[in-house]
């Protein structure tokens, strides 16, 4: 499948996917996107303690990126686990600029690292970022009460329409420790039908700039 760089409104970069004119990140900003729905709906809710994040959806690494520099500033110790069928190359990821988006250049080790690190095994990335990559389809996942914080960063139900179906939320419910939190860019109303009838609670947000709203829903057992 071809993939191409492209640009972004907010400067930074993503992959486009001509075949299915679908992208990895929003064209409204893909950086901007990544800090409001993950990082400031998701990630900041959780402060000075340890925690666990799925990603569903590792593509660029720019979420893992973000996490990484933001776990810092919440004083987080923080085991991070990227689900990906079809890995970008190490060439691919090198063309994405966030780094320089961000204005921390110091920060390109740490985005090699996480792109050259080996998969499926635990990479401390630091003494307070654990990183394990793993190489599988959303359908075969099978964790249990594992997570504190999903990030569903799948791509859209125009191209992918079953990983927004129930039997995917099915298997998020179970991977999310009670009190979990899964948060998306989506907001259609069958992908909240779908996680309220997998027992999430569910809640609309405001959405990231060019989309109005998004969902974060909540396990309570």
Request: aromatic share 10%; charged share 25%.
């Amino acid at each position: 499948m071809n993939r191409q760089v492209i640009t972004t409104s907010d400067g930074s970069t993503t992959i486009h996917i001509p075949e299915w004119n679908e992208n990895f990140h929003s064209k409204h900003g893909a950086l901007q996107e990544a800090m409001h729905v993950f990082i400031k709906n998701g990630l900041q809710l959780f402060e000075n303690r340890q925690i666990s994040i799925l990603e569903i959806g590792f593509g660029t690494g720019l979420n893992a990126l973000v996490t990484y520099i933001e776990h810092q500033n919440l004083r987080l110790q923080v085991h991070y686990e990227g689900i990906e069928a079809y890995p970008l190359s190490w060439e691919e990821a090198q063309q994405m600029n966030y780094t320089q988006i961000i204005g921390n250049e110091k920060l390109d080790p740490i985005f090699e690292h996480i792109h050259q690190s080996d998969w499926e095994t635990n990479i401390p990335i630091t003494e307070t970022f654990t990183l394990k990559k793993r190489r599988q389809r959303f359908e075969t996942i099978d964790d249990i009460n594992r997570f504190d914080l999903i990030y569903f960063d799948a791509f859209g139900a125009r191209v992918q329409p079953e990983l927004w179906e129930e039997i995917i939320f099915e298997k998020m419910h179970k991977a999310l420790k009670n009190k979990g939190v899964l948060v998306t860019y989506s907001a259609k109303g069958s992908v909240q039908r779908a996680m309220r009838q997998c027992g999430f609670q569910v809640e609309k947000l405001a959405g990231p700039p060019g989309k109005r709203e998004m969902l974060r829903a909540k396990k309570i057992v």
